[in-house]
């Protein structure tokens, strides 16, 4: 094969990450070639059986510093940045990861003519609460600034083997008898499937999609943070009280938690303020047409893939009987 007829050539920051991981599979199994840019190359070698020999190549880059973007972007045909974290944690700000860093990469990939895909979030807004959801709106504007005919996702909650929301609270139930309700457990989410978005991430990257637009990926199903809970609950076939917890008391416990070095918090003052405001899919957004189903993606229920990776917090793993809880 000559240089000439090589499948295009697809750089993908934090594609080791939660949804990073689900992108490269979804690349790889539609022939592209995959770079991807981490921190560590040394501890994403588990990517490369997803795709044929050779085709995924594991660089070293961090978002902060801009050579090492440019170096990751270099020959690249088109980019996805997965990159995002939901606390800040010495050098890695929201400002620095997600800011800057979205910036770096999209004019890396202007330098090199390459198309953009970005992964943001619902709720993103320069002008907001949360210094998390002021980060991703200025990312956002940066970008179509920068490239105009990027294509922005903004998922709600995304929910999957490795996700950071259903398993954290099924194993805070393996040892607690309560599980608390921030601000009485009303917030809306629009739980999305990793698979689906890591779906509407390739077919972005295969321009089935009008570009320089931001899209909003929900699942199927509205359902407030204590619906969640009770559908983990039920899953893993366990009983235990779901207690309302007001915003303030929680901001300040997440202040307390946060003070703790190299320990992720359960929660931050910053999600706490994320939490006042629901997050599911706008109106403006299923008017216009700019939702998971203009991929022609159906999305995927909660219920239909929690049991797939929710069994290990029953009371007897694989062994727990329908009949029993704990």
Same mark, same amino acid.
């Given at each position: 094969m000559t240089l000439s007829n090589l499948p295009p050539l697809v750089t993908v920051f934090g594609g080791s990450g939660f949804v990073g991981r689900h992108v490269v599979r979804a690349l790889a199994k539609r022939g592209f070639r995959i770079r991807v840019a981490v921190r560590r190359p040394d501890l994403a070698g588990?990517?490369?059986p997803l795709g044929n020999v050779g085709q995924i190549s594991l660089v070293q880059a961090n978002l902060r510093y801009r050579n090492s973007v440019d170096a990751a972007v270099h020959g690249a045909?088109?980019?996805?940045n997965c990159v995002g974290i939901l606390f800040e944690s010495g050098r890695n700000t929201f400002d620095a990861v997600q800011d800057f860093g979205a910036r770096a990469v999209a004019e890396?990939?202007?330098?090199?003519?390459a198309t953009l895909t970005h992964i943001s979030a619902i709720g993103a807004d320069a002008n907001g609460e949360s210094l998390y959801a002021k980060s991703k709106g200025r990312a956002e504007k940066a970008i179509l600034e920068t490239v105009? %005919? @990027? =294509?922005?996702?903004r998922p709600s909650i995304i929910f999957g083997p490795e996700d950071g929301f259903f398993n954290k609270f099924a194993e805070m139930a393996r040892f607690s008898p309560v599980l608390p309700l921030v601000g009485g457990g009303k917030t809306a989410f629009q739980p999305v499937y990793v698979a689906d978005v890591? %779906? @509407? =991430?390739?077919?972005a990257v295969e321009g089935k999609v009008a570009k320089g637009r931001i899209y909003e990926l929900g699942g199927p199903e509205v359902l407030t943070f204590k619906n969640c809970l009770e559908i983990m609950l039920k899953t893993i076939g366990r009983t235990r009280t779901l207690l309302?917890?007001?915003f303030g008391l929680a901001s300040l416990m997440g202040s307390v938690a946060s003070l703790v070095p190299f320990v992720?918090?359960?929660?931050?003052p910053d999600q706490v303020i994320l939490l006042k405001r629901d997050n599911v899919v706008s109106e403006s957004a299923q008017a216009e047409g700019r939702t998971l189903q203009t991929f022609g993606i159906e999305p995927t229920s909660v219920e239909a893939i929690l049991p797939s990776y929710m069994v290990r917090y029953r009371p007897q793993g694989q062994y727990t009987g329908s009949g029993g809880a704990a």
């Open positions: 588990f990517l490369q045909d088109h980019v996805v890396a990939a202007r330098g090199v003519g105009p %005919e @990027a =294509v922005i996702l890591a %779906e @509407a =991430v390739a077919r309302p917890l007001p992720a918090p359960p929660i931050t």
